[in-house]
């Protein structure tokens, strides 16, 4: 299949700092891609770049053929890319469901007046969110948690409900800020399945991540970063031996006595 | 389905209120407590309007003395200069105000964080400056008198008694649409914007838009109250609006529960009561006044609302032990 997202020569810079240098990645549709690097290599700029957080310095994003490049983070999330973050960014005064009823809200279509009043069409587009949220939170692992305050949940689910409030947007391309820190081992287990059955749903994921095991396993293809440089990308089996990226993580000595 | 505990409460607190209003003037003898209990209920719906912007949203709005000074002022031009009657002048109030709280709104707005503060200051302070200077339009420092009072189906609200039953109906229904929007996806989306600005847009919301809409409610309700008021003292004059004036429904707001519908009615009547109480101490009713704020900030935050609710807990907890031991028993299998 064709990309669905296309960096082209997309720099960011800081004050001077270069976080992202002339970066070139192609990711297709239907993929998990992986990112990874070293701390500082710029992973999660290029997110906070693709999502429209903070605009590029220079370089053009290309989502299904258009360009995005500058546009808000809201108009960016409406053609169909929505993300999680690193450190969780819930609503404190809102419970599990409601967390997944807001981030449907751009995609309803009953007015003001009609979901004040509760019209007819109002009630019926409100049953009809609170059912998709329902099975939303059931699919991420969550149900039955549905009343509890968001920050009710304890670490782990807090990271589920983040990936559950992205899905609820209806995202043709997800980027996983991290999803795995501070989980357990069985809980990263459970969070790989789900990754799968995200993919198989046709989305789309980029997914962020420092636990190597989740990555090499889930991964379809990997794009390694260093210094905001490109520095190899391909299957896992084939980043697992790139003596570049040995180096990148390891240092020099290792490079060299793995080669 | 959800929060429907929540609901209900507030939806009877603001029953149990309201129907404490309702026999209020039977239970005061002087036309003085009738002309605080009107202040009360008219203060109440200014409050209610900060809620919106304020309390649902997170977006400090210090310029509320602009809105109430606009909407009363455009009540008291168009009944006394156009001669139109109160109900077509209370419309062209609302018109005003909801423009001026667009054309604030949609630059201000944009921005994240403080600059509402900042901006909303110079707009109330300007529209009292406009207010007190423009004598040729606004009568200047002399004010406008002979506002008239409305009349509905032939019957004219001239007496304090029949007004305040005026206002008491209309502080009603504007509680109920207000308890409406905040349980509509809407409220739902004003409190996401106030909980986190950019993981709303993350999920697609239009953070400004969703800010400038409750900017607007806040800017409908703030017109009816200014021109509710503008009738009841039949005289508007500039120098009640000033920055101390916003402040007041700031504290007013934070004192009920910042959030709360039934909240900001409560705290609009104990601090208009409680001033007027406390006018006994002449200057001084501005220290007790300003250290019962402090003090409900540190250690009810919630505010009267945030005090009830944890009564009502205490006491459900204490009503039903035997039914929590036999829950734990059975271990809560929810």
Redesign the interface.
């Known amino acids: 299949m064709g990309p669905i997202l296309e960096i082209k020569g997309v720099s960011k810079s800081f004050e001077g700092v270069l976080a992202l240098n002339n970066l070139d990645v192609e990711v297709s549709e239907g993929e998990i891609r992986a990112i990874i690097g070293p701390n500082g290599s710029g992973k999660t700029t290029l997110i906070n770049v693709i ?1 429209g ?1 903070f605009p590029a310095t220079s370089g053009r994003i290309i989502f299904k053929g258009q360009d995005i490049t500058g546009l ?3 108009r960016i ?2 053609k169909g890319i ?2 999680t ?1 690193q450190n969780l ?7 599990v ?2 967390h997944v ?3 449907q ?4 279509r009953v007015g ?1 007046w009609g ?4 019209t007819r069409s ?1 009630r019926a587009e ?1 049953e009809g ?2 059912s998709r949220a329902q099975e939303i939170l059931e699919f991420v692992g969550l149900k ?1 948690r ?2 509890m305050p968001g920050l009710g949940l304890p670490y782990g689910q807090r990271r589920l409900l983040e990936i559950a ?2 899905l ?2 209806g995202p043709e391309l997800l980027l996983l800020d991290e999803p795995a820190a501070g989980l357990s081992s069985e809980e990263i287990q459970a969070l790989e399945r789900l990754l799968r059955e995200i993919r198989s749903r046709g989305i789309t994921v980029i997914l962020v991540e420092h636990r190597m095991m989740l990555v090499m396993n889930v991964a379809d293809r990997i794009t390694v970063l260093n210094y905001g440089e490109k520095i190899a990308e391909g299957k896992p089996a084939e980043i697992k031996n790139n003596p570049e990226v040995i180096q990148a993580y390891l240092g020099r000595a290792y490079a060299a006595a793995g080669s | 389905m959800k929060d429907r505990g929540g609901a209900t409460r507030s939806l009877m607190v603001l029953t149990v209120l309201f129907c404490l209003l309702a026999i209020a003037p039977s239970l005061v003898k002087s036309s003085y407590s009738l002309f605080v209990l009107c202040l009360s209920v008219i203060n109440g719906i200014a409050v209610i309007g900060l809620n919106f912007i304020f309390g649902l949203t997170g977006q400090l709005h210090l310029g509320l003395s602009g809105f109430l000074g606009i909407g009363a002022y455009a009540l008291a031009l168009s009944t006394t200069r156009a001669g139109l009657d109160f109900w077509a002048a209370l419309v062209i109030s609302i018109v005003t105000v909801s423009t001026f709280s667009l054309l604030l709104g949609i630059p201000t707005l944009r921005l994240k964080r403080y600059y509402l503060a900042i901006m909303t200051i110079g707009f109330g302070e300007i529209t009292r400056s406009v207010l007190m200077n423009w004598s040729s339009f606004t009568g200047g420092v002399f004010g406008v008198q002979n506002i008239p009072r409305p009349s509905l189906l032939g019957f004219r609200f001239t007496s304090n008694l029949a007004y305040y039953y005026l206002l008491l109906c209309i502080a009603i229904l504007l509680s109920a649409v207000a308890t409406r929007i905040e349980r509509s996806k809407y409220g739902r989306a004003f409190k996401a914007v106030r909980d986190d600005e950019l993981a709303c847009e993350m999920v697609g919301m239009d953070s400004t838009e969703l800010k400038v809409l409750a900017f607007l409610c806040c800017g409908v309700y703030s017109a009816i109250a200014g021109s509710l008021y503008a009738s009841f003292q039949q005289y508007v004059s500039p120098e009640l609006y000033t920055l101390a004036y916003s402040f007041s429904f700031v504290s007013m707001l934070v004192v009920g529960g910042l959030g709360s519908v039934p909240g900001a009615m409560l705290g609009a009547i104990v601090l208009t009561v409680l001033m007027e109480l406390l006018r006994f101490l002449k200057q001084w009713y501005l220290v007790v006044y300003a250290a019962t704020i402090i003090l409900v900030i540190i250690y009810e935050p919630g505010g009267i609302i945030g005090f009830l609710n944890k009564l009502v807990e205490r006491i459900g907890r204490r009503r039903a032990p035997s039914l929590s031991k036999e829950a734990m028993q059975h271990g809560g299998g929810v």
């Not at chain 1, 960014?89 to 419970?95: A, E, K, N, V």
């Open positions: 999502t957080v808000s983070p809201f999330a409406r929505t993300r973050f960014r819930l609503f404190p005064s809102l419970t469901l409601e009823l807001a981030a809200h751009h995609r309803s003001f979901s004040v009043f509760s109002g409100e969110m609170v039955g549905a009343d409030r992205a609820a947007t």
